[in-house]
């Protein structure tokens, strides 16, 4: 199995506990997930990615900056999910709804 094979098969297996992390804290803020299961999945994937290539759950959707101190603030669920959803009715990457 090639480094990529395995990476892949990485990013399958913590997608699915991402996914069941963001169904929980989305029921216990009165929110639902997206419920386009393609976008839906690309957003968690990109979690997934971000968790094994970083260490740390950042925002697919938001440029890191490089700073550690700084980057804590698009560790999902990012500083501005509260806000957007309450504004838009969904956080900046359409992972969680109002």
């Known amino acids: 199995m090639s480094d990529e094979e395995k990476f892949n098969g990485s990013v399958d297996a913590l997608s699915e506990e991402i996914l069941e992390w963001a169904k929980s804290y989305a029921r216990e803020n009165g929110w639902k997930i997206n419920p386009d299961e393609k976008q839906l999945g690309a957003v968690v994937k990109g979690l997934a990615r971000n968790t094994l290539k970083f260490g740390e759950r950042y925002c697919p959707c938001r ?28 956080c900046h990457c359409h992972l969680f709804y109002k």
């Open 63 to 90: 440029i890191r900056s490089g700073d550690s101190e700084k980057d804590k603030e698009i560790i999902c669920p990012c500083i501005y999910h509260r806000d957007e959803i309450e504004t838009d009715g969904n």
